[in-house]
């Protein structure tokens, strides 16, 4: 048994850079190499391609990555561990298997399979599947269809032996968990390792966001040019130290850290994952040298009895142009041309008897439409108009399409950056989540001629207790009577905002334990769906985050359905936390005084 090991995660989505793995490879001295390829909506680009060429469907940026690092792994003895898979895993196999040939590089690679349920589909149908969120009919035409599995079956393939892991879809935090549990044999009941370990890979799936990579503070993060990628010092007990290879880029600190961990999350004491459900409110940050954070805390208990599926499905088409607009009231120019530029395709749509569109976004970029009542730049000299519609039938989004770059000569001066020409029309794809019960899963893995079933615990966890502290809103700490000033909850807090289908999520987290009353008694989850009230459809709850001194805020029905599925330009919210950040806070006015805890934020105001 191990008495620590090194994961390095080297990428964090389809697209990421090449040097991640790269640099984790030449300095990270890592046991172990993770990267993680698929997002919610990678599966359903991945099947389109599979389906133009059967023999796609997997992440290519893999194969050639391995073609440059294939040697200085066998000679390094690094396992990797990847779902570049997509949905063709055996794919992926054959094509590494191809270039290791070519190489006359022995490495044994192994695949994971059985997270493929669109056989099965129609059995769900029949016994009546329903989304999980709004209790919707499964599809009938669904283009993909894949369950979250768990560590286990990527534990099985590295104590077979396997020297590279491919996966399909499981859950991101597996990438890292799998090898954990094959190093130090931690058993399926272990819940508070599982949930450790699970929080190590949460960490580490998206590469650079866990180095100083888009943080709050961003002024103080160095080295953006060559950011250094995230490696976990693991140990038996679960705890783990975060690092990066030395003389790179980047900021470790306890913010930093802190930010990923709330990255993606709803109720943090019952992040359900296959495994194990992980409560992370208790999470304790420290920092133990430059770069250097040691993370420990997280509680875990028995999984569900059900995975975690997403399905994706076409509903109709969208298209989306975007053009430059320069001048005197800008915005104002900007939106009438948006008007005239759906009136004039809706004259057309009529005389076709196309009907009018489903959903219609336009957004002054530069004018901060997104911030609906909270915009304070309405007067500005420069914009992009950003134009979406969505409609049942392709033609009608073809004629958006086609009538949107004649507003250049027939509509407002000084209109412009027409340069990717006429907007593409695409399919609209929606994300379809439900929960299948394990019994109906059968993950295994196929390790050179060997096919191995990787049963999988069905265990069913206790009854959760946990609740949001909506209903508990009131009784928040009072602060004592004094005179009181507002500031920016930036002043007060940093945070990071997430997605999840249609769902969003702020985690907000105080710079001092002494500021978290204060943030508590304003930032209520009623005063954050004001706040959001032009573009957040549905709940906010609450959830406190008592190690980390903060709150995550789940946002229901807040991204117009999300993905490539959301006409907005930010359709996963990654500017919500900024946004809020922005909102006034009452503070005591004593925390403004020279020697108060707000004394450097109250000078740079004033400087400004």
């Known amino acids: ?355 009018d569109f489903r959903r219609v976004s336009v957004e002054a970029l530069g004018a901060e439409d997104t911030y609906g009542p909270h915009a304070r730049n309405a007067s500005v000299r420069e914009v992009i108009l950003k134009l979406a519609v969505h409609h049942d039938d392709k033609e009608a989004c073809e004629l958006l399409s086609r009538e949107f770059l004649p507003s250049a000569t027939s509509m407002a001066q000084g209109i412009t950056g027409f340069s990717a020409g006429r907007p593409k029309v695409t399919p609209l794809v929606r994300l379809y989540s439900l929960l299948v019960d394990k019994s109906k899963v059968t993950p295994h893995l196929l390790v050179g001629d060997q096919d191995i079933v990787v049963s999988d615990n069905v265990a069913t966890a206790t009854k959760s207790t946990a609740q949001s502290d909506n209903a508990s809103e009131q009784a928040a700490t009072r602060l004592p009577d004094q005179p009181m000033v507002e500031v920016p909850l930036i002043a007060l807090a940093y945070g990071r905002s997430g997605d999840k289908g249609d769902s969003a999520n702020i985690g907000i987290l105080a710079r001092l334990p002494e500021f978290v009353p204060a943030i508590e008694r304003s930032l209520t989850a009623a005063a954050v769906k004001q706040y959001f009230g032009h573009i957040v459809a549905g709940p906010v709850e609450r959830f406190s985050l008592p190690g980390l001194h903060g709150f995550n805020f789940l946002m229901q029905n807040a991204l117009d359905g999300g993905g490539i599925a959301s006409l907005r330009h930010d359709p996963q919210g990654k500017a919500f936390a900024q946004m809020l950040l922005d909102m006034p806070i009452p503070v005591p006015k004593a925390w403004l005084a020279p020697r108060g805890p707000l004394a450097a934020f109250s000078a740079s105001e004033a400087a400004s």
Request: with cysteine; net charge negative.
């Open 1 to 355: 048994m191990s008495k620590s090991i090194r994961i390095g995660g080297g990428g964090g989505f389809w697209g990421d850079s090449e040097d991640g793995a790269i640099q984790l490879v030449e300095k990270g001295k890592i046991d172990v190499l993770i990267m993680d390829y698929l997002a919610e909506i990678t599966m359903s680009l991945l099947a389109r391609a599979r389906a133009k060429q059967p023999k796609a469907g997997y992440a290519p940026d893999f194969v050639s990555l391995m073609s440059r690092l294939g040697r200085r792994i066998a000679e390094q003895k690094i396992r990797v561990v990847v779902n570049a898979g997509g949905v063709n895993p055996l794919g992926c196999r054959a094509a590494i298997e191809a270039i290791l040939k070519e190489a006359n590089l022995d490495l044994k690679v192994a695949v994971v399979v059985g997270d493929d349920l669109l056989p099965i589909a129609d059995d769900l149908r029949k016994a009546g599947a329903t989304e999980m969120f709004n209790g919707a009919p499964l599809p009938a035409d669904l283009w993909s269809m894949n369950a979250y599995l768990g560590a286990f079956p990527i534990a099985a393939a590295l104590s077979a032996g396997a020297d590279i892991v491919i996966t399909g879809r499981c859950t991101d935090s597996a990438l890292a968990l799998g090898p954990l549990i094959h190093a130090f044999g931690w058993p399926r009941d272990d819940y508070d390792r599982l949930a450790m370990g699970s929080l190590a890979g949460h960490v580490l799936e998206c590469g650079t966001q866990a180095t100083g990579g888009i943080t709050t503070d961003w002024q103080d993060v160095p080295g953006w040019e060559d950011m250094g990628f995230p490696i976990a010092e693991c140990q038996s007990d679960g705890s783990f130290v975060l690092s990066k290879p030395a003389g790179t880029g980047g900021r470790i600190s306890p913010p930093t850290v802190a930010e990923q961990i709330v990255y993606e999350i709803g109720d943090p004491r019952r992040y359900i994952l296959p495994d194990v459900v992980c409560d992370f409110s208790g999470v304790h940050l420290e920092e133990i040298g430059p770069d250097q954070v040691r993370v420990t805390g997280a509680r875990g208990s028995a999984p569900t009895s059900t995975y975690k599926v997403s399905a994706t499905y076409a509903d109709g088409f969208k298209a989306t142009g975007t053009m430059m607009i320069g001048g005197r009231d800008a915005a104002a120019k900007a939106r009438r041309t948006a008007e005239a530029i759906l009136a004039r395709t809706r004259r057309f749509m009529t005389a076709r008897n196309l009907g």
